[in-house]
């Protein structure tokens, strides 16, 4: 098993501009989730990929958007980020929709 | 969307003491997850519980599914300074809980 990892782990982006978030899921898990943790927060459901298709979504704006590639990996996409968008941004991949996720160690995003 | 409350939001307690955190969903849960999260660190599963009423054991941690399937609780028996960290409930597949804040003081 080679666990959930993420990319970059860490980012500085100015206000306004775009990033993209990677992760790769465990071997064998065809469901990623993504969430949002501000500090000292639990973290926040932005959306879930079952299979390359949405399969939920949280409350967030249509700026953050993702997708889910034939392997199982995925990325978020933040568009025009704002000061808020400050936040540990975790990827959880999953074997089905209804079990364990294993999580990332997460990116940390700067919005300066 | 749906909410998860959990209680307390912090517990302090004395090395060796008992910690119980309950986690309350205003809708029908399917299953519930616990999560362990250490300062600095991400999520880590702890165990998933389904049927109603359902009661697992790891080690000093004892997981409950109360029997209308709307809550749930961890009882961690005889605390160490390893079990520091919050504890989260995740239910309904997306949601987390607010989490509890365990500091075990030695």
């Known amino acids: 098993e080679t666990g959930v990892t993420q990319s970059p782990t860490h980012l500085i982006k100015t206000r306004g501009q775009q990033v993209t978030l990677r992760c790769s899921s465990q071997?064998?898990?065809?469901?990623v989730s993504w969430y949002q943790q501000a500090l000292g927060q639990g973290p926040q459901f932005i959306f879930q990929?079952?299979?390359?298709?949405?399969?939920g979504r949280g409350n967030f704006p249509p700026r953050f958007s993702g997708l889910q590639f034939p392997n199982y990996s995925s990325e978020l996409n933040v568009n025009a980020l704002e000061l808020d968008d400050s936040a540990l941004y975790l990827c959880?991949?999953?074997?089905?929709?209804?079990?364990?996720?294993?999580f990332g160690s997460g990116t940390r995003l700067t919005v300066v | 969307g749906q909410q998860v409350m959990q209680i307390p939001q912090y517990q302090h307690v004395q090395e060796g003491e008992d910690f119980t955190t309950y986690c309350n969903s205003s809708?029908?849960?399917?299953?519930i997850q616990w999560y362990k999260q250490r300062p600095g660190g991400h999520p880590v599963f702890l165990i998933q519980?389904?049927?109603?009423?359902e009661v697992k054991k790891q080690k000093r941690l004892t997981f409950q599914f109360g029997e209308a399937k709307k809550n749930s609780s961890l009882h961690i028996t005889a605390t160490q300074t390893t079990d520091v960290g919050t504890y989260f409930c995740?239910?309904?597949?997306?949601?987390f809980g607010t989490g509890t804040s365990l500091t075990v003081i030695p």
């Open positions: 959880a991949s999953s074997p089905t929709e209804n079990y364990g996720y294993t």
């Open positions: 071997s064998g898990h065809n469901t």
């Open positions: 990929y079952y299979r390359e298709e949405e399969n």
């Open positions: 809708t029908t849960l399917s299953n």
């Open positions: 519980l389904v049927k109603s009423g």
């Open positions: 995740h239910g309904n597949q997306f949601y």
